[in-house]
């Protein structure tokens, strides 16, 4: 890894969003009472924030694979929300929405090719 090629910016941000995501997934972890236990995958953001600062080309593998599935089962809820014949039919499609959003930010921050050659250790990406 070049200590010249300073990390991206937006991959800063990345990653501080999914430590961001981890601390406040502490929270019902923290106060959990009467033996209910849930296991909150937010806490995945302790693996991903560290690992994309430290520039781990399996965290950005496995961040892209997690990524498209996103994409993939925010599909499956639209289309079940659509489906519905309840009035808050909406609410599902505001749901997806914002998903898909947020998944497509991830996605383009990943996806630049700033973030290949910071996570490629040969310096093969041009």
């Known amino acids: 890894m070049d200590n010249l090629n300073p990390l991206p910016s937006q991959l800063k941000w990345l990653a501080g ?11 019902p972890l923290i106060t959990a009472r009467d033996g209910q236990f849930g296991l ?3 806490l995945l953001g302790f693996l991903f924030g560290p690992g994309l600062m430290l520039r781990r080309p ?6 892209l694979v997690l990524t498209w599935l996103g994409f993939v089962f925010t599909g499956l809820l639209l289309l079940v929300a659509l489906s519905t014949s309840q ?4 609410v599902g499609l505001a749901v997806c929405i ?3 959003i947020m998944l ?9 090719p700033e973030a290949r ?8 990406v041009e």
């Open 17 to 27: 969003g999914w430590l961001l995501l981890a601390i406040l997934s502490l929270g």
């Open 40 to 42: 909150n995958l937010g």
């Open 58 to 63: 399996a965290v950005r593998t496995a961040l």
């Open 87 to 90: 009035a808050t039919w909406w």
């Open 98 to 100: 914002v998903a898909f």
């Open 104 to 112: 497509w930010a991830q996605y383009h921050v990943l996806a630049k």
């Open 117 to 124: 050659k910071a996570f490629d250790p040969y310096g093969r």
